[in-house]
């Protein structure tokens, strides 16, 4: 596997990354057994700001430095900030290797819909 | 030189090259003789055809090598094409046998062989099952292919009965020996097989460079036509054979029954990776060469821990599966699921591993895998299976 600095340093924010999960259920889950990579996401918003992330996650190296793309994006961000063209973006700078396409639809999928429901 | 690979354990893959195989190259390469081509008919080309004699015969002298002559290849790819390709060249109606635990090249080259093959199965130990062999080889002419020291696993083949086997029903039988070397006794398999691949780099010897032991009588086609030298088409590599035979000559003068320092290392990482509750260490009760650890830690992706570990260097599975996406053939024929198997680490240590190198690297292994396993605290067991 071919792992860039830029892939490290995201990895890196993910490993390190503390987040306590919340103590209701509320939680987003998806899978994918064929591309073993199976992810959660627990997100909290306070006054329309994404205050908390946490995921837990089963995958390569590339699915956890997506978590971390995910956490130095959004976490701390105002909610019109948090945009899946935003996420795009941002993959498309870090150069996301072409098979590792599906992991990130997986994690991205997740993310969102967890978004969504904790907004409402 | 013990402090020159402080983070490296992945020997199974390559070795360093030792120092000495370094100078005898360089003194070589540094000599006029290096120059001619072995195949020319000059005064310097004789030397080097001298040299090399020279070094040959004291290699098969070392052996007791009467049986079998010296193909020089590029490694044990090449050997393994030589043999398996050509075998089917010359045989179009005989059957290739071996196992589910062999190299990936091995299933590589017999994808593009028409004969019939059979695949012998085997237990959670890797030990093959001789009745399914002898059944098989009812049926002559034969070739049995079979790996001694598994590359990804480090379980060893026995082969005494698979010879037997093989002389009793006409078979020729080929050992992938590509591991054997510092890792375990190996004389002994020239009584047993009529083919003998191993690969420099694998004991220390530079990479790009092999050898094939043939035994004198048998003949297989050629992959590659040309004028031949040492059984094989094309221009000798000299100084890469020169490092080969002088890595080669210090496994003999060394063998590895007698480097207590090795098996003092050896014994310590075992002891330690057994030590720890949450490491599995795959055919732990088979035969194995102890240098060669397969560990499987359920809840951890095995390519992130690779990741996480770093400086630190070990393999997922063997190396040349690390860029597929597919679960090792040899872990799911030990009877892993595709989710352990993806847990799965290989640690490879050799002569150069320091114990001290080993309790730190195990420190930095422990810490990482309790990382990554809060992170998937969460993945349900059916996942991870």
């Known amino acids: 596997m071919i792992f860039n600095q830029t892939f490290r340093h995201y990895f890196d924010i993910a490993c390190a990354h503390e987040s306590e999960a919340r103590s209701d259920t509320r939680a987003t889950e998806k899978y994918d057994k064929s591309l073993k990579v199976w992810v959660k996401f627990q997100l909290t918003i306070t006054d329309g700001q994404l205050v908390s992330i946490h995921f837990n996650l089963y995958g390569c190296p590339y699915t956890i430095a997506m978590c971390g793309v995910i956490i130095d994006s959004f976490l701390g961000?105002?909610?019109?900030?948090?945009t899946a063209e935003a996420l795009d973006n941002k993959m498309g700078i870090i150069d996301l290797p072409r098979e590792h396409f599906g992991k990130f639809i997986?994690?991205?999928?997740?993310?969102?819909?967890?978004?969504n429901c904790s907004i409402h | 030189m013990n402090e020159l690979y402080p983070y490296y354990f992945d020997y199974a893959a390559s070795t360093p090259m030792d120092p000495l195989v370094l100078d005898e190259m360089t003194v070589f390469l540094e000599s006029p003789e290096s120059v001619a081509n072995f195949s020319s008919s000059h005064s310097l080309a004789y030397a080097v055809q001298s040299t090399l004699n020279e070094k040959v015969q004291l290699i098969q002298n070392k052996l007791d090598l009467d049986a079998h002559e010296l193909i020089f290849?590029?490694?044990?790819?090449?050997?393994?094409?030589?043999?398996?390709?050509?075998?089917?060249?010359?045989?179009?109606?005989?059957?290739?046998?071996?196992s589910n635990l062999e190299h990936s090249v091995t299933y590589k080259v017999l994808d593009q062989i028409p004969l019939n093959k059979v695949f012998i199965s085997n237990n959670s130990n890797a030990e093959i099952?001789?009745?399914?062999l002898e059944a098989s080889l009812k049926v002559a002419p034969s070739l049995v292919s079979l790996i001694h020291v598994n590359n990804e696993i480090g379980t060893i083949n026995e082969l005494d009965e698979v010879s037997y086997l093989c002389r009793k029903y006409?078979?020729?039988?080929?050992?992938?020996?590509?591991?054997?070397?510092?890792?375990?006794?190996f004389d002994h398999l020239f009584q047993l097989a009529d083919y003998i691949t191993v690969s420099a780099h694998k004991f220390y010897g530079p990479k790009g460079v092999g050898i094939l032991f043939k035994k004198k009588d048998e003949s297989l086609p050629s992959l590659i036509i040309g004028s031949e030298q040492f059984g094989r088409a094309g221009t000798l590599p000299t100084h890469q054979i020169v490092g080969c035979l002088k890595s080669?000559?210090?496994?003999?003068?060394?063998?590895?029954?007698?480097?207590?320092?090795?098996?003092?290392?050896?014994q310590h990482l075992e002891n330690e990776i057994l030590a720890c509750n949450a490491f599995i260490l795959n055919a732990k009760n088979a035969n194995r060469a102890r240098s060669i650890l397969s560990i499987t830690i359920p809840g951890v992706h095995a390519q992130s821990l690779q990741q996480m570990i770093t400086p630190y260097i070990v393999s997922v599975g063997s190396a040349c599966n690390s860029l597929s996406a597919e679960p090792s053939r040899v872990l799911k024929a030990i009877g892993?699921?595709?989710?352990?198997?993806?847990?799965?680490?290989?640690?490879?240590?050799?002569r150069f591993t320091k114990i001290k190198d080993i309790d730190l690297m195990l420190e930095k292994l422990i810490h990482c895998s309790n990382m990554l396993k809060k992170i998937s605290s969460d993945v349900p067991d059916w996942f991870l299976k």
């Open chain 1, 77 to 82: 961000q105002s909610l019109e900030n948090i």
């Open chain 2, 170 to 185: 006409d078979a020729k039988l080929h050992i992938d020996a590509s591991q054997t070397l510092g890792k375990t006794r």
């Open chain 2, 248 to 266: 080669l000559s210090l496994i003999i003068e060394n063998p590895y029954e007698k480097n207590s320092d090795m098996h003092k290392a050896e």
């Open chain 2, 336 to 350: 892993l699921g595709d989710g352990l198997a993806n847990s799965t680490i290989r640690i490879s240590i050799g």
């Open chain 2, 129 to 132: 099952d001789l009745n399914e």
């Open chain 1, 106 to 115: 997986i994690i991205k999928e997740a993310f969102f819909e967890e978004l």
């Open chain 2, 73 to 98: 290849t590029s490694g044990a790819t090449e050997s393994l094409n030589y043999v398996l390709r050509g075998f089917s060249n010359k045989y179009p109606n005989a059957k290739i046998i071996t």
